[in-house]
């Protein structure tokens, strides 16, 4: 294993999570190998010295594999092949593994696929163009560059023919998005960091049994299930793979559908290990994926899990200066502060603070059909220029949202008195 430090601060826990990952994977690590270098080397992303120390110890301990804790470029990887004399995975391989071998159903298994059949094509790609410089010109290109045109091909025709099935699979989802909004059900759903307590979480709420356990990545597939606790039988919660940071983006591009759900919901419960002593920075890389799938203007209910493994926390909500709930302590594993949780889910997704009405000229027609999408909307008129006028119903989380993302709407709503 190698893993230099660049710019991460967090590089130690960096470095343990990466041994995490790796044993996850099942091998064995014989040996770990760190260091500092302020860029990567070009060909071979380690220094003289450091490649030196690893040929090494591959030799003395017969290793037959090297996994780096960086995304390498094609070249890199071949390089580093070539001069190591063994198989060298990058960070994407290695959490495309991961993710390969914790696929259960079958849109997690094409979602993998799709993701290993991007990260390869690129290789394949790059590794062209590559040997196309060295030979030159038209017509001089030999038989292993056919070899990888229509490897290529091959790879191009399977990627569109998964995305296919990925596509239909995910208009079912979409119907079943489309169905709950009929009925106002809102959805919430768990995200975080991987293995923070999501999946427990979930399961108290929603009184079922998904696969929740002590390794990265335990839940790949989106579970969505009504919630079973009273107060909150009319919401129901969606259970999603966890993050990590630098997810690899072709995992992020192949996962759409997975994060869709993510992006439909009302209201996020951002689960937090409050016990990780990285705390800031795996909040930050969840927020940098929720920027990434566009799930970032939903507005988020923080969740601080694990309070059983700190000393002298005490369960609790805290609020804003409105006195709105914005975070709460609880966890999962003891019961402890659930209740509380609750409370806040529903303080949050109160219905009916906002009443009001609004003119709607047409040039405003996106704010009307969000108005409509989060199902607000309880009666419309329209007068003699074109102009709608809608009186609305939403709660104080939409009302946030909406006014977020349309800078008019706080100013032509009026609330009805
Ligand atoms: N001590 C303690 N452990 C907890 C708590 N909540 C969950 N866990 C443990 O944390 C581990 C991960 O829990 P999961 O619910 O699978 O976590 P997740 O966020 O769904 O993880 P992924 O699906 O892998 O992203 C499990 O071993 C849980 O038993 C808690 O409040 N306290
Ligand atoms: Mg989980």
């Known amino acids: 294993m190698v893993s230099l430090r660049m710019h991460s601060d967090a590089w130690a826990e960096e470095t343990s999570e990466f041994e995490e990952l790796v ?16 860029a990567p080397h070009a060909r071979f992303f380690l220094g003289r010295g450091k490649l030196e120390e690893v040929a090494s110890l591959r030799l003395e301990k017969g290793v037959n594999l090297i996994i780096f804790n960086h995304n390498l470029s094609a070249s890199q990887e071949r390089n580093l092949e070539e001069k190591l004399k063994c198989k060298v995975l990058d960070r994407t391989g290695l959490i495309l593994e991961i993710f390969a071998q914790r696929a259960r159903t079958h849109e997690g298994k094409l979602q993998v696929e ?25 017509g001089l290109r030999g038989p292993g560059e056919k070899q990888l045109e229509s490897d290529r091909r091959l790879i191009r025709s399977r990627i569109s023919s998964v995305r296919n099935s990925l596509l239909k699979i995910r208009q079912q989802r979409s119907l079943g998005r489309q169905a709950r909004l009929k009925l106002n059900t809102r959805t919430i ?3 975080g960091y991987t293995n923070v307590g999501k999946s427990t979480i979930f399961n108290i709420l929603t009184k079922s049994g998904v696969y929740a356990a002590d390794k990265v990545f335990a839940t790949l597939d989106p579970t969505i299930r009504r919630g079973k606790v009273e107060k909150i039988r009319n919401t129901v919660f969606s259970d ?10 072709s995992l992020i591009e192949a996962f759409q559908g997975t994060l869709e759900e993510i992006r439909g919901a009302s209201l996020l419960l951002h689960v937090i290990d409050a016990s990780a002593k990285d705390v800031e920075s795996m909040k930050h890389s969840v927020d940098i994926v929720l920027k990434e799938i566009g799930a970032n203007e939903i507005p988020v209910l923080t969740v601080y899990n694990k309070v059983d493994l700190l000393v002298h926390c005490e369960c609790r909500i805290d609020r804003d200066a409105d006195g709105f709930p914005r975070a709460v ?11 509380l949780l609750v409370d806040a889910i529903v303080e949050c997704s109160e ?4 009443t009001g009405k609004l003119s709607l000229p047409p040039a405003l027609a996106s704010l009307r059909a969000e108005l409509y999408n989060c ?5 419309e008129s329209v007068d003699n220029r074109g102009v709608s006028v809608v009186d609305v119903r939403m709660n104080r989380i939409e009302y946030a949202r909406v006014s977020k993302r349309y800078k008019e709407f706080a100013d032509i709503f009026t609330m009805a008195s």
């Open 23 to 38: 044993a996850s994977t099942g091998g064995s690590a014989v040996g770990l190998v760190t260091g500092y270098r302020k």
């Open 329 to 339: 302590w609880v966890s999962a594993e003891t019961g402890e502060g659930i209740t």
């Open 189 to 191: 759903s768990l995200v």
């Open 351 to 354: 219905d009916g603070s906002f």
């Open 375 to 379: 199902g607000a909307v309880t009666k």
């Open 114 to 138: 799709l993701a290993q059949l991007k990260h390869l094509s690129t290789r394949l790609i790059r590794g062209w163009t590559h040997l196309e410089r060295q030979k030159g010109g038209i």
């Open 240 to 249: 999603t793979v966890g993050f990590i940071r630098r997810l690899p983006h």
